[in-house]
C-alpha cells in the first residue's frame, strides 16, 4: 500500500508541467529579509490606485508619485526601478488590484528571498495576497461606499496676452531683431479693443474645469464551513474627469471627456476535497472604459502648457476656432471639436491550485500543483472630425489708418466618422507550476525541503513579443530549537531572450538566523520580547532585454548616390553590430539583519545589504570605433554597486479603556555608485560616471550673465550657439578657453534615486472617533528644470510663465546686476536651455500623503439595524507638500494630467 502512495505521488508530480513560486517555509522566511504590511494599513487610504497607497508604509520601498491619468506609482526597491509583481504566486500587474481584495503585502528585499525568482528577481520582488475566507463563519457582507473630489494643484500660471505680447517684444529685441507688437498693438492687448487680433485667452482655466468626481463601490461576501471557503467582491469605480464640461460635452454626438470606468469581480474559493485535498480557485474578471479626445493626453496638456494667451482667441468673433500661421491649431478645439478615443481593455485572471498532503508516505511531506491563465484584450474606437479654424492678420487701413483683420478660413469641418478598431492589443499568461515539499519536526530539530518546476508563457501580438521561461527550484532549512537556522537554495532557470543552446543560468542562495531571545542567558532580559539577528546571500538575474541581440540583420534605409544627376537610390543596410557573448544582467545580494520587539510594544527591523550589479547591458558606442558606419552594439560589462540601510520602528499601545494610539517610521538610505558604465576614453576625470551615483545629474556650471559685448569677448568662447548680453556664462573646467561639452560636470545628486526615503505614520482612536496621518519625504535628491514654457520659455513659439516673468529676475539691461535667469529669447539658444547650475533644483519634499478621519459607530446603535459595524470617514491624499519647486509637482515634471489634491467621504458597514 505505501509503495501505491509513493508511485501516485510521483505520477502526479510529474504529470503536472510546472513550477513553484513563493513555495517556501517558516525556516526560509525566518532567515530572509522581508517586510509585510496588512489590509488595515492599505484600507485607511482612499485613492483608488492601489500603488498609491504604499508611500512610505514599507522599509526599502520607495514609492514616487507619478501625475498623468492611467499611470501607477513609480516602485524602487531598495533603488532598482520596477521590482517583479506576484499577485496570489503568478506575476501579475498591480494596477488591476483593488485595495478592498487585497489581504497584506510583502516586499521580498534579499537574495535569499528573490533567488527563487531567478531571471527576474534581480530587482526585488513584492507579493501581493488576496483575501479569502475563513472555517467555520458564517457569511458577513462587507460594503463600502467613497465619494471623491479631486482638485488640481501645483499648476503653472501664464501670462495674460498683454504681458506675452510685451515678453515677446523684450525677447525679440534682446535677440537682436525687429518688435513684433507696436505701442498700439500692446495697448489693444490691454484694452481688449479687437480679441480677434490681440487676444488673452486663458488655455488652462477655458481647458479645465475646477474639480473632478469619482465614485468607487465594493460589495463582498466571504465566510466558509468545514469544507469550502469564500471571498467574493464586486467593484465599481468611475472617475468623471477634469476637462471643462462645456468643451468635453461640445457636441450632441458624443462626450470627450477623460473619463474611466472599472467594473470588477473577485472570487477565491478553497475546498477541501478530502481531509488530506485542498482545492483553491482564484478568479479575477474586469471590465474597463478608458474615453477622452482624439488627442494624446501629453498633446492635449502640451497645448494647454505651451499655447500663448496672446497668440489667437479661442474662437473668433466670427464663430469660428482660433488659430495662426505658426501654431495651426487650437488645444481647445483639440478637446471639444476633433471626436474621441476610446479603449476597453478586458481581463481575466484565474488560477487553480491543488495541495495534497502526503503524510501516508512520510509526515511533514507534501505536493502542491498549480495552473493559472490570464488574459488581457484592449478593443479601441475612434471617433474622428475635422474642425475649421479662422486665422486674422493684423493689416494697416490705408485710408482710415486702423489695424484691421485680413480673415482667411481653413480646414473642413467634417462630421464625425466613428473607426472600429477591434482588438489592438492582448496579453495572454499561461503558467504551470508542481513542488514537493517537506515539513516536518523531531523534537528540538526542524528540517524543510523543496523541490519544484514551473514554466511560464507571457505573449504579446506581434513579432518577439513573447517571454517564456522555466525554472528549476531546489531548497533545504534546518532549524534547532527554533533559534539556530539555515536555509539554502539553488535556482536554475531558463529564459527564451537568450541564443539557443546557453539559455539557462543558475542562481544560488544560503541565509541563516540566530533567534539570541530564545537562549537561556536571555530569560531575565524581560525587556526584550523578541531578538533576531540575520544574514545572507543570493543572486539573481534581469532578462527584461530585447530579443535577438546577438544577431546582425539586413535592414531597410540604406542609400547610394549615382549617375551625372547624382540620383539617391533606397536599399538595404547592414544593421547594429550583434553582440558577443550575450548574457543576462546579475545582481549579487548580501544582508544583514536585526528583529526585535521591546516592552510588548515596540518592534524594530534594521538591514544593512549590499547589491553588487554585473554584466549590465551598457552601450558600447566609446568602445568600438564607429569609424566602420555600422551602429555599436550594446556590451555587458556594466557594474554598480548599491549599499544602504533599510529601517522599521512601530509602537502601538493603549491607555485605558478607550485611548489607543501607534506612531511608526521607515527610513531608506541608499548609496549608489556605477562602477563600470562602457564609456570608454574619458579626457578629463570629472567627466566620468564612474565611482558616482546611479543617476547622478551632468552639468554645466553657471557663473552668472553676459553683461554686454566686452564681456562676451573677454570670456572663455562658448559653442552651443551664439551669445548676446543676457545669456548664461559657464565655468571653464579645463581652462582651455572654450566652453564645450568637455565642462560638463557632476552637479547636485542623483536624478533617479533619493538617498534618503523616509515615511512617519501616526494616528489614535478614542470611543471610536479616530484619525490616521502618513507623512513621507525624500532627501539628497536633485531635480533639472527643463519644462518648456514653465521654466525654458518662449523658444519655438511656445508660452511664458508667471514663475519666469515675476517671481524670478530676468535679465536685462536694467536687472544686470541681480537677475536670476537668463534675458528671454524667442530662439531655440541650445546656450541656455541645457542642463545646467542654472535649472538645477533641490528635489528634497516632505508630504502629508494621506490623513483619514473617521468614527465608528457604537454597538447599541448599529446592533438595532443588524448591522456588526458601521464606520464614516473622511480621507484625503496628497494634501499639502513642503518642497522646493513651484508651479509642478516636485515629483514629477513631465506635462499632463494635473496633479491633485484628493478629499473622500463614505461610509463601510458589515452586515
Not at 529685441?173 to 518688435?179: F, H, I, M, N, R
Not at 477634469?242 to 471627456?257: C, F, G, H, M, V
Not at 480557485?281 to 474586469?286: A, D, H, N, T
Request: glycine letters at 8%; charged letters at 25%.
Amino acid at each position: 500500500m505505501k509503495r501505491k502512495y509513493i508511485l501516485m505521488g510521483v505520477a502526479i508530480l510529474s504529470s503536472v508541467v510546472a513550477g513553484a513560486q513563493d513555495i517556501t517555509d517558516s525556516i526560509a522566511r525566518k532567515t530572509q529579509a522581508v517586510s509585510t504590511i496588512s489590509a488595515d494599513e492599505i484600507s485607511k487610504n482612499a485613492t483608488p490606485n492601489v500603488s498609491n497607497t504604499l508611500y512610505g508604509l514599507l522599509p526599502g520601498l520607495s514609492v514616487m508619485q507619478q501625475t498623468g491619468w492611467t499611470d501607477d506609482a513609480a516602485t524602487l526597491l531598495r533603488g532598482y526601478n520596477n521590482p517583479l509583481i506576484v499577485v496570489d504566486g503568478f506575476a501579475r500587474p498591480l494596477s488591476y488590484l483593488n485595495t478592498a481584495e487585497i489581504e497584506s503585502v510583502t516586499v521580498l528585499k534579499d537574495g535569499a528571498a528573490t533567488a527563487v525568482w531567478g531571471t527576474r528577481g534581480a530587482n526585488g520582488v513584492i507579493l501581493i495576497t488576496t483575501k479569502r475566507g475563513e472555517y467555520n463563519t458564517k457569511m458577513q457582507i462587507d460594503a463600502s461606499y467613497k465619494f471623491g473630489m479631486d482638485f488640481p494643484i501645483n499648476q503653472p500660471k501664464f501670462a495674460n496676452g498683454y504681458e506675452y505680447a510685451s515678453a515677446l517684444n523684450e525677447a525679440l529685441y534682446y535677440d537682436g531683431l525687429e518688435p513684433q507688437y507696436t505701442r498700439e498693438e500692446l495697448d489693444a492687448f490691454r484694452n481688449g479693443s479687437n480679441r480677434d487680433l490681440y487676444a488673452d485667452t486663458d488655455w488652462m482655466k477655458e481647458g479645465l474645469r475646477k474639480h473632478t468626481i469619482n465614485n468607487q463601490l465594493d460589495i463582498s461576501f466571504h465566510g466558509g464551513g468545514k469544507r469550502l471557503r469564500y471571498f467574493t467582491l464586486l467593484s465599481y469605480k468611475n472617475d468623471y474627469g477634469i476637462l471643462n464640461e462645456t468643451y468635453a460635452k461640445y457636441s450632441d454626438r458624443y462626450t470627450a471627456q477623460m473619463r474611466k470606468y472599472e467594473l470588477g469581480l473577485r472570487m477565491n474559493i478553497d475546498v477541501d476535497i478530502t481531509p488530506t485535498t485542498l482545492a483553491q480557485f482564484s478568479m479575477l474578471g474586469q471590465l474597463r472604459e478608458r474615453k477622452r479626445p482624439n488627442t494624446s493626453e501629453y498633446d492635449l496638456f502640451a497645448g494647454l502648457f505651451n499655447t500663448p494667451s496672446g497668440a489667437f482667441p479661442m474662437q473668433t468673433s466670427n464663430g469660428y476656432w482660433g488659430s495662426n500661421n505658426v501654431l495651426k491649431t487650437n488645444p481647445i478645439a483639440r478637446i471639444a471639436d476633433i471626436g474621441y478615443f476610446k479603449e476597453n481593455p478586458r481581463t481575466l485572471q484565474a488560477d487553480f491550485r491543488i495541495r495534497q498532503d502526503l503524510s501516508l508516505i512520510t509526515p511533514g511531506l507534501s505536493l502542491e500543483a498549480a495552473v493559472a491563465y490570464d488574459n488581457n484584450a484592449v478593443y479601441k474606437e475612434e471617433g474622428y472630425k475635422k474642425f475649421q479654424y479662422e486665422v486674422n492678420t493684423p493689416v494697416r487701413n490705408v485710408i482710415t489708418d486702423k489695424i484691421e483683420a485680413d480673415s482667411k478660413v481653413y480646414g473642413d469641418n467634417s462630421t464625425l466618422q466613428v473607426n472600429n478598431l477591434d482588438m489592438t492589443e492582448q496579453y495572454i499568461n499561461a503558467n504551470l507550476e508542481a513542488a514537493l515539499k517537506y515539513n516536518r519536526s523531531f523534537g528540538k530539530h526542524a528540517v524543510s525541503a523543496l523541490g519544484s518546476y514551473r514554466l511560464e508563457s507571457e505573449r504579446g501580438i506581434g513579432r518577439n513579443n513573447a517571454h517564456k521561461r522555466m525554472y528549476v527550484n531546489a531548497s533545504a532549512g534546518y532549524s534547532y530549537k527554533d533559534t539556530y537556522l539555515i536555509h539554502a537554495l539553488v535556482n536554475h532557470t531558463g529564459t527564451s531572450v537568450l541564443p539557443d543552446g546557453d539559455k539557462f543560468r543558475t542562481y544560488p542562495a544560503i541565509s541563516a538566523a540566530w533567534v539570541i531571545s530564545n537562549e537561556n542567558f536571555m530569560k531575565k532580559a524581560t525587556v526584550i520580547d523578541y531578538l533576531k539577528l540575520r544574514a545572507s546571500y543570493g543572486r539573481a538575474g534581469w532578462d527584461n532585454i530585447s530579443y535577438e541581440l546577438d544577431r546582425q540583420y539586413w535592414a531597410w534605409g540604406g542609400a547610394y548616390w549615382f549617375g551625372d544627376a547624382n540620383t539617391q537610390s533606397e536599399g538595404m543596410k547592414e544593421d547594429k553590430l550583434a553582440m558577443n557573448n550575450l548574457t543576462l544582467e546579475v545582481s549579487d545580494k548580501y544582508n544583514i539583519g536585526l528583529e526585535m520587539r521591546l516592552f510588548k510594544r515596540l518592534n524594530l527591523s534594521v538591514d544593512a545589504y549590499m547589491d553588487k550589479r554585473s554584466k549590465m547591458p551598457v552601450s558600447g558606442s566609446n568602445v568600438i570605433s564607429s569609424a566602420i558606419g555600422i551602429s555599436i552594439p550594446q556590451q555587458n560589462n556594466g557594474k554598480t554597486e548599491y549599499k544602504g540601510i533599510d529601517l522599521g520602528i512601530d509602537w502601538k499601545d493603549k491607555v485605558g479603556k478607550d485611548f489607543t494610539y501607534y506612531v511608526g517610521g521607515t527610513l531608506n538610505y541608499i548609496r549608489t555608485e556605477v562602477i563600470e558604465n562602457g564609456e570608454g576614453y574619458i579626457p578629463y576625470d570629472y567627466l566620468s560616471g564612474k565611482g558616482l551615483p546611479d543617476g547622478q545629474l551632468f552639468g554645466l556650471e553657471a557663473i552668472g550673465y553676459f553683461r554686454d559685448e566686452a564681456d562676451i569677448a573677454n570670456s572663455p568662447q562658448q559653442m552651443f550657439s551664439e551669445v548676446r548680453p543676457g545669456d548664461i556664462k559657464y565655468k571653464d573646467m579645463n581652462g582651455d578657453r572654450i566652453i564645450d561639452d568637455n565642462d560638463v560636470h557632476p552637479i547636485g545628486h542623483s536624478s533617479s534615486v533619493p538617498e534618503i526615503y523616509y515615511g512617519l505614520k501616526l494616528g489614535f482612536e478614542y470611543k471610536g472617533f479616530g484619525l490616521d496621518a502618513l507623512f513621507q519625504g525624500v532627501a539628497d535628491y536633485s531635480r533639472m528644470m527643463n519644462v518648456s514654457s514653465v521654466y525654458w520659455p518662449l523658444r519655438n513659439n511656445t508660452n511664458v510663465s508667471d514663475w519666469y516673468l515675476h517671481d524670478k529676475i530676468r535679465w536685462t539691461e536694467e536687472t544686470r546686476d541681480i537677475a536670476n535667469v537668463p534675458r528671454l529669447t524667442t530662439l531655440n539658444n541650445s546656450n541656455n536651455f541645457r542642463n545646467s547650475t542654472q535649472w538645477l533644483v533641490n528635489g528634497d519634499y516632505f508630504k502629508l500623503r494621506n490623513l483619514n478621519v473617521y468614527y465608528n459607530l457604537p454597538q447599541r446603535w448599529i446592533s438595532k439595524v443588524k448591522l456588526e459595524q458601521c464606520q464614516i470617514f473622511a480621507r484625503a491624499n496628497n494634501v499639502f507638500s513642503i518642497d522646493h519647486v513651484k508651479y509642478m509637482n516636485c515629483e514629477d515634471f513631465s506635462v499632463n494630467y494635473p496633479d491633485m489634491f484628493s478629499v473622500y467621504f463614505g461610509a463601510s458597514i458589515k452586515f
